[in-house]
Structure formats: C-alpha cells, structure tokens
C-alpha cells in the first residue's frame, strides 16, 4: 500500500524539528559555553568528546531496547515520543545555564546537560529513522521518503543555521545568554509540537517479526553486517569532515572575514548555503538520479565537496575577502554536496537492513539505524575536539563581542584556522572515497536481487 500524502508530510515535518534542535546543539553548543561563559577552549573539547563518544556507544543498545518494545502503538512511536518531549527539556537548561556558576561548578554542569541531552536525543533519533524500513518498501518509495525527509531535515537545519544569531539578539538585546535561553525555548517547544505531529499519523505497517537480539548478539550482527560497517566508517570520515568546517565557520567570520558587520555576514552566508543545501536535496539530487546510479551520484558529491574546500583555501590566501559574496562559490559546493550526501548515506544505511537480513536472517532495523546516530556522534565528537584544539593552539579563543577582534589576531594563526577548516576535511574525503570504491557492494542490481531473494522467502516461509 502506497504511503499517502498525510504519512509523508507529517514525517517530513518531524525530520524539521528533529533536526532543528540537532542544528542548534552541535553548531552552537561550543560558541555558547566557550566565549560567552568564557569555559576553556580544551575543556570545552574535552567535555563534548567524551559526551558524544559516551552517547554514541549507547546508541546500540537503545537500538536494542526499540527492538525489544511491544505495545499496542508499536514499537517505534513511544521512544519517539518520550524521547522528544524529555529531550526538549534538556535542551532549554543546555541553553539556559544559571548565570550564578563560573569555574568547576559550570564545567560539570555543561557536562552533566550535554550528556544528558545526547542521551535523550537518542531516544528520539533511532526509533525515527528506524521507521523507514518498517513502512515502506525498498527501492524507490524507501528512497523517495528518505528523500523527503533528509530534506526536511535540511530544512530544519538551514532554518536554525540562517536564524540562531538573528533572533538571539533580537530575544536578548546586548545580553546574549539570554537570548540563547529563550531560543533555547522556542524551538524545544516547536520540536515537541512536529514530533507529536508525526507519531499521530505515521505508523509502521509491517515489521518482521523476530526475538530482540541480547546486546552480544547485536554487536555480532553489526561486525557481520560488513557493507552497514563500510557505510558506517564512511559517514564518520564524511560528517568528521564537514563538521570540523562547521564548527569553526564562527569563529573564521569574526577572526578571519571580520569588519563590524561580521555576525550579517556570516548569517548571509548560511542563508545562501542553507538554501543550496535544501535546493540540493530535492532538486539536485533527483535530477543527477536521473542520470546516474546512486553510487556514481555520490562519488559525485564528494568530488564537490573537495572542490568547494579547495576553492575556499584558494580565495582565503589569494584574495581580500572584501565580500562575503565570493564566498558564495565554496559554498554552493560544500553545502550543495552535503544535501546529497546526507540523503545518499541514509539510502545506503537502509539497504544494509536487508542486505543483513538476507545474510544474518534477522531483520534488524533499529540496531542498524543506532549505527547511524553512533557514527554521527562519533564523528561530531572528534571534530569539536579537532575545533577546540584549533581555537587554542592558534590563540582564537577571545572575545568574540569584539569588534577590533581581527586586528589582535597574528597572521599564524589565521593561517591554522584556514588549514584546519580546508585541508584536514579534504582529507577526511579522500579517505572516504578510498574506503567506499573498495568496500561497497551494493549497488543498484545487487539491491534489487536482495528483495527478490526476501520477497520469495518471505512468501515460502
């Protein structure tokens, strides 16, 4: 049975919500504890690195704990639900730290809320994506929804990218931390409200049926799952890559770009990159879909990515920068290719479900989506690590109200910030590239022999 319009559009919608708050944590989570409540560069780090290795090992198991929930709304929608709503809790005190604390007391408290928000996220995340295999078919219906809803997510993260600074100082004036609570709040509240949306009309149709692995059993399924391992390993050298970018792309606007203008400029640049992205996604990649295989699309949007990380290290040392405008040429690759890829990696994730069924004979949607959330996080935690480093080690960690910033910065550690953001991602990419020719198998044909070979033992069994 064909999914209807109203499962797709609330879907979508969660993914907006769902990926607005995650926009907002790992984009700005750093900025706001590091130069407003002025917590060191490496503790910082260090603090963000262990909590997202920490979540991150959690993720199987929460897979695990979904696999094993049986109730009378599935098995997907009350992890959902519950995750949301005590995630967007989290979220608000994440933003919201008591102005009182300083020294130790502040270190332990953004510890104890991030943690305690990547473990909520959690929650919510797996069972979200879990969804697709268990109410759709394979082929172009599960790829037209993981589409839709990757560009939702886009959306959703475009959406925070282009508005966070804007409406912090239009919430809280000269005092941003205040500011960042009350945006803190507005979108706790609207993730709660598209999540809510989304368990009330999109329901599972049909999951196999089998007993919930132990979590020995699972890690076993996902070593002998080899093509989920590949897929995984190359979405943590793709996302350790562009999030490095991402999480220093602040602080090249105010040390680097710089002028008194700096924070309308850097908005005008996620706002044109935003859009590529979101126009990527269901634009750009249905039109290349038209033409070629989707493992050739995505060699395609990897070579973008190199292109656009080479063209902004050539404009940073050949130029003046004196626009932001001609920064608009990396970022129409960059964030081009990240629209595609987003929504190509969670193709090839979804493949491995049955892939891994057909070879393991088990169907083990949730244990090969927390994969994804773990390599996500996993490689989230290693970049800020890597930004964290960059910040101290190039003396970039001051303070970043002001407006004669640039001119108090040496050109050496300009010079780091502009390597660090370019060339170590360009090498994450070559190293995907690599893995992925050598690894992958499975391509169009081969997915199409996997359902026929589950279609017929399904049927005989």
Same mark, same amino acid.
């Given at each position: 049975m064909k999914l209807s319009v109203r499962e797709k559009a609330a879907y979508g919608l969660g993914a907006v919500g769902k990926d607005m708050v995650y926009m907002l944590s790992s984009s700005y989570v750093l900025y706001y504890?590091?130069?407003?409540?002025?917590?060191?560069?490496?503790?910082?780090?260090?603090?963000?690195?262990?909590?997202?290795?920490?979540?991150?090992?959690?993720?199987?198991?929460?897979?695990?704990?979904?696999?094993?929930?049986?109730?009378?709304?599935?098995?997907?929608?009350?992890?959902?639900?519950?995750?949301?709503?005590?995630?967007?809790?989290?979220?608000?005190?994440?933003?919201?730290?008591?102005?009182?604390?300083d020294g130790g007391g502040l270190v332990a408290y953004a510890a104890i809320a991030y943690i305690l928000w990547g473990v909520t996220y959690t929650m919510m995340d797996i069972p979200y994506w879990s969804m697709i295999p268990a109410f759709t078919e394979s082929g172009k219906e599960r790829e037209g929804l993981t589409t839709l809803?990757?560009?939702?997510?886009?959306?959703?993260?475009?959406?925070?990218?282009?508005?966070?600074?804007?409406?912090?100082?239009?919430?809280?004036?000269?005092?941003?931390?205040?500011?960042?609570?009350?945006?803190?709040?507005?979108?706790?509240?609207?993730?709660?409200?598209?999540?809510t949306i989304t368990c009330v009309f999109v329901r599972e149709k049909s999951t196999v049926d089998v007993d919930a692995p132990s979590v020995g059993q699972m890690f076993r399924a996902l070593v002998q799952n080899d093509q989920?391992?590949?897929?995984?390993?190359?979405?943590?050298?793709?996302?350790?890559?562009?999030?490095?970018? &991402?999480?220093? *792309? @602040?602080? $090249?606007?105010?040390?680097? %770009?710089?002028?008194? !203008?700096?924070?309308?400029?850097?908005? +005008?640049?996620?706002?044109?990159?935003?859009?590529?992205?979101?126009?990527?996604?269901?634009?750009?990649?249905?039109?290349?879909?038209?033409?070629?295989?989707?493992?050739?699309?995505?060699?395609?949007?990897?070579?973008?990515?190199?292109?656009?990380?080479?063209?902004?290290?050539?404009?940073?040392?050949?130029?003046?920068? &004196?626009?932001? *405008? @001609?920064? $608009?040429?990396?970022?129409? %690759?960059?964030?081009? !290719?990240?629209?595609?890829?987003?929504? +190509?990696?969670?193709?090839?994730?979804?493949?491995?479900?049955?892939?891994?069924?057909?070879?393991?004979?088990?169907?083990?949607?949730?244990v090969i989506f927390s994969m994804q959330t773990f390599v996500v996080k996993l490689a989230s935690g290693v970049a800020v690590m890597v930004a964290s480093l960059c910040l101290h080690l190039f003396n970039l960690s001051k303070d970043t109200d002001?407006?004669?910033?640039?001119?108090?910065?040496?050109?050496?550690?300009?010079?780091?910030?502009?390597?660090?953001m370019t060339v170590v991602p360009i090498g994450g990419l070559v190293l995907a590239i690599l893995l992925f020719r050598r690894k992958f198998l499975l391509d169009e044909q081969k997915v199409r022999e996997i359902s026929e070979q589950l279609r017929a033992e399904h049927k005989n069994g």
């Amino acid at each position: 049975m064909k999914l209807s319009v109203r499962e797709k559009a609330a879907y979508g919608l969660g993914a907006v919500g769902k990926d607005m708050v995650y926009m907002l944590s790992s984009s700005y989570v750093l900025y706001y504890y590091q130069d407003l409540l002025k917590v060191n560069a490496i503790a910082m780090g260090a603090i963000l690195l262990f909590a997202r290795v920490f979540d991150a090992f959690n993720d199987p198991i929460m897979g695990v704990l979904v696999a094993r929930t049986r109730t009378r709304w599935g098995k997907f929608r009350p992890w959902l639900f519950i995750g949301t709503l005590l995630n967007a809790v989290v979220l608000y005190f994440l933003f919201a730290a008591p102005p009182a604390l300083d020294g130790g007391g502040l270190v332990a408290y953004a510890a104890i809320a991030y943690i305690l928000w990547g473990v909520t996220y959690t929650m919510m995340d797996i069972p979200y994506w879990s969804m697709i295999p268990a109410f759709t078919e394979s082929g172009k219906e599960r790829e037209g929804l993981t589409t839709l809803a990757r560009s939702c997510a886009g959306v959703g993260s475009a959406i925070v990218t282009i508005i966070t600074m804007l409406s912090v100082q239009a919430l809280g004036g000269d005092n941003e931390l205040a500011g960042f609570g009350r945006f803190g709040l507005i979108i706790a509240v609207l993730f709660l409200l598209t999540i809510t949306i989304t368990c009330v009309f999109v329901r599972e149709k049909s999951t196999v049926d089998v007993d919930a692995p132990s979590v020995g059993q699972m890690f076993r399924a996902l070593v002998q799952n080899d093509q989920a391992m590949v897929v995984a390993l190359t979405i943590v050298l793709i996302n350790c890559s562009i999030y490095i970018t &991402s999480n220093l *792309v @602040i602080y $090249f606007f105010k040390y680097d %770009f710089g002028g008194a !203008a700096w924070k309308d400029s850097y908005t +005008l640049f996620n706002t044109f990159g935003g859009g590529i992205q979101i126009l990527s996604m269901m634009l750009l990649f249905p039109l290349l879909r038209r033409f070629f295989s989707a493992v050739q699309v995505f060699y395609v949007a990897l070579g973008m990515a190199i292109a656009g990380y080479a063209s902004l290290l050539l404009l940073a040392f050949g130029t003046t920068m &004196s626009s932001v *405008v @001609i920064l $608009f040429v990396p970022a129409f %690759f960059i964030f081009g !290719a990240n629209g595609v890829l987003t929504v +190509l990696t969670t193709v090839f994730l979804a493949d491995t479900v049955d892939y891994g069924e057909l070879k393991n004979h088990r169907r083990d949607e949730s244990v090969i989506f927390s994969m994804q959330t773990f390599v996500v996080k996993l490689a989230s935690g290693v970049a800020v690590m890597v930004a964290s480093l960059c910040l101290h080690l190039f003396n970039l960690s001051k303070d970043t109200d002001a407006v004669g910033a640039v001119e108090g910065v040496a050109r050496s550690s300009i010079v780091g910030l502009r390597m660090t953001m370019t060339v170590v991602p360009i090498g994450g990419l070559v190293l995907a590239i690599l893995l992925f020719r050598r690894k992958f198998l499975l391509d169009e044909q081969k997915v199409r022999e996997i359902s026929e070979q589950l279609r017929a033992e399904h049927k005989n069994g």
